[in-house]
């Protein structure tokens, strides 16, 4: 992993763009690193992709995971514990809040302004060009819009999550790089890192890459899956 975050950093996307693995790996890499790191579940609305799947995991690397309470899951308004806000206000190393997805799921990070007025913060919007409503920039920039109408806060850099899981090639890494930076020209928006996959990891010229890539280790499978161990 070539990039290093720190402070308050916000992962933002549409349903099924892969925010959740992001957020899950992120946090893993740089708690490898030393850093304390805490991640915060902010997905109110999406019962089955969320950070919960690999909270054993998480925890046992000792990285602190907050979770909404069980009464507030699909909850009809944003309403938060004091855990969430205490952990924003007192964000020493790395803190990541995984919003929920599209505009919907962002209204949570809305109801947390007071807690993050005057922090800085890093917003990064995952980008599949593989996904519906995402494939083309004007998709991605009213993705983008709503996002930060609904959240109250501007979106700072991208990062590219081009795959079609398990059906992903190198091709597919090289045209989503080529994806995100045509996005990163258009929306000034600088792009943060691309992903790929570990297991495709050995098959892609590195040579062909202009961003930091993170490794993905996937842990959002379904249930007839295993999670894929993290390198030690």
């Keep these: 992993m070539d990039f290093s975050l ?30 304390g790191v805490r991640l915060a579940d902010l997905d109110l609305v999406n019962p089955y992709f969320r950070s919960r799947e690999a ?9 602190e995971v907050v979770l909404p309470p069980p009464q507030y899951m699909n909850a009809d308004l944003p309403i938060l514990d004091r855990g969430v806000s205490g952990m924003i ?19 949570v990070i809305a109801a947390l302004a007071d807690a993050l007025k005057d922090k800085p913060l890093q917003v990064f919007q ?17 993705i ?3 996002i930060e109408s609904a959240a109250k806060i501007k979106i ?27 996005l990163s020209g ?13 297991n495709l990891l050995s098959a892609i010229d590195k040579a062909k890459l202009s961003y930091p890539v993170l490794p993905i280790y996937r842990q959002m499978v379904p249930p007839w899956r295993k999670t894929e161990r993290f390198e030690q």
């Design 156 to 182: 700072t850099g991208l990062i590219g999550n081009a795959n079609l899981i398990d059906d992903t090639g190198p091709d597919h890494i090289y045209n989503g790089q080529k994806f995100i930076q045509e």
């Design 126 to 142: 995952v980008i599949n060009p593989f996904r519906p409503y995402t494939d083309s920039l004007e998709g991605c920039q009213k």
């Design 144 to 146: 983008r819009e709503e």
């Design 55 to 63: 909270r054993e995991v998480l925890t046992q690397m000792g990285i």
């Design 186 to 198: 258009q929306s000034g928006l600088p792009v943060l890192c691309i992903t790929v996959s570990n």
């Design 89 to 107: 206000r007192n964000s020493n190393g790395l803190t990541i809040l995984d919003a929920g997805g599209d505009d919907v799921g962002a209204t």
């Design 6 to 35: 720190d402070g308050i950093v916000i992962i933002v996307g549409n349903y099924g763009s892969g925010k959740t693995e992001i957020a899950v790996n992120i946090a893993v890499q740089h708690k490898r690193t030393g850093m």
